[in-house]
């Protein structure tokens, strides 16, 4: 197993001379991150300035308003299933990304086209199967998050490793032998002694979050390839070859490799 400086040292390695095929490949990853702290650092100096113009108690008298008047919205339930399928969708592009930095980090192979790669999970083989261990995972995490707050955090870092271990199986043809069920057990598994591993390394980057919020969200637009395929790197290294598909001199390298 890789330490940490490892780990980011081999995905500096694969990015070096490539950032702008990384960054284009995590473009929608990217966007909502810069566009969101746009808005925060906005609607934050536009309070600050509406509160240093406004009477003493007038302001909370219009937030307490508004908020009543959102009590009596019907929009409830259209909202919920809007936040559903958000994050169906959101997963589905961050899987898609992720399958694609997972093939470029073994094959080293940068000739890969980004929006194949982008949309690498809307595949005829895998579009389903990633709906469905959404779906599990999800379900999981929520009945375990009812025990309080930290085994729903805990299960999430037990379960992080699911689609990849689906990708690897896929690959190598032996899914048909398993149910959607197995490949969550099999990342329970995989993480089991690992969980605060991981969690370490994601902390790792704390710093370098910092770094881009005080950008505006700038340093987001290198800072998301980099952690994305760390944390592929940290699959790989991980599961070593137990799910690795066999290479073979006709493999295409997937879907995502230009010919």
């Known amino acids: 197993m890789q330490t940490r400086a490892e780990l980011k040292q081999e995905s500096k ?3 070096k001379g490539h950032w702008g095929k ?24 536009a309070v600050i300035l509406f509160l240093a ?5 007038s302001f909370a008298d219009d937030v307490a308003r508004g908020a009543s008047g959102g ?9 919920f299933i809007s936040n559903i399928l958000t994050s169906l969708i959101e997963t589905l592009l961050i899987v898609g990304v992720n399958f694609t930095l997972l093939d470029w980090l073994r094959t080293k192979n940068s ?12 595949t005829k083989r895998d579009f389903l199967p990633v709906v469905v261990l959404w779906i599990i ?9 009812l025990l309080f707050l930290i085994p729903g955090i805990i299960k999430t870092f037990s379960y992080s490793q699911t689609y990849y271990i689906y990708k690897d199986i896929a690959d190598k043809g032996g899914d048909e032998d398993l149910n959607y069920l197995d490949y969550v057990t099999k990342s329970r598994q995989l993480m089991d002694g690992h969980k ?15 770094v881009a919020f005080l950008t505006l969200g700038i340093g987001q637009i290198w800072l998301v390839p980099y952690k994305k395929t760390t944390y592929m790197a940290y699959y790989r290294s991980l599961a070593g ?3 690795k598909p066999e290479q073979s001199s006709n493999d295409d390298n997937g879907a995502y490799f230009e010919q």
């Not at 009590?71 to 909202?79: F, R």
Request: hydrophobic letters at 55%; aromatic letters at 18%; zero cysteines.
């Open 241 to 243: 070859d137990q799910f």
């Open 22 to 45: 990384a960054i284009g490949l995590n473009v929608l990853q990217i966007l909502p991150l810069l566009f969101g702290l746009l808005v925060g650092v906005g609607i934050i100096t």
């Open 111 to 122: 000739d890969f086209s980004i929006v194949r790669g982008i949309f690498g999970a809307f």
């Open 196 to 210: 605060f591993e991981f969690f370490v390394l994601k902390l790792s980057f704390l710093g370098w979050d910092i």
């Open 71 to 79: 009590a009596n919205s019907n929009s409830d339930g259209v909202d």
């Open 13 to 15: 390695n694969l990015l």
């Open 53 to 57: 113009q406004e009477p003493s108690g």
């Open 137 to 145: 995972q999800s379900l999981f995490e929520f009945f375990w998050s």
